[in-house]
């Protein structure tokens, strides 16, 4: 299982932005799809969002699509996601994760995580 820390959350105002960053660290993210998840307090954890190993197919929950987007950046071994349009309900600690890849043609990421093997997390809060 890849090692990931995420970075970038803080206080957002309802209707604007933050960008988190996944990174790897001694290797390369190219051959892995990676997925985000959250967990707001007293709920479980959900996955929000994933990036496909190959030809970066995105997927993306309901509640955030039209919102948040996910994008990669191989050479920088790093996964982003841009959250516009924040709402209170986005308010969790968000994770990353190397998530499994639907053997489709073409691949697709999945939004279950490859292990049980999670890091700190970064802290998003939503409020005015």
């Known amino acids: 299982q890849v090692q990931l820390v995420e970075s970038g959350g803080g206080l957002g105002q309802p209707g604007g932005s933050l960008r988190l960053s996944c990174k790897a660290s001694g290797f390369s993210l190219d051959h892995f799809s990676i997925g985000w998840f959250r967990q707001a307090p007293g709920k479980e954890r959900e996955g929000v969002s994933c990036i496909t190993e190959s030809d970066g197919g995105t997927h993306y929950i309901n509640s955030v699509k039209g919102r948040f987007t996910i994008a990669r950046d191989n050479a920088k071994s790093e996964v982003y996601l841009q959250m516009n349009s924040l709402k209170p309900e986005d308010t969790a600690v968000y994770y990353c994760?190397?998530?499994?890849?639907?053997?489709?043609?073409?691949?697709?990421?999945?939004?279950?995580?490859?292990?049980?093997?999670w890091g700190q997390g970064t802290q998003v809060t939503v409020s005015s």
């Open positions: 994760a190397e998530v499994l890849t639907q053997t489709s043609i073409p691949p697709m990421c999945t939004l279950h995580p490859q292990g049980d093997d």
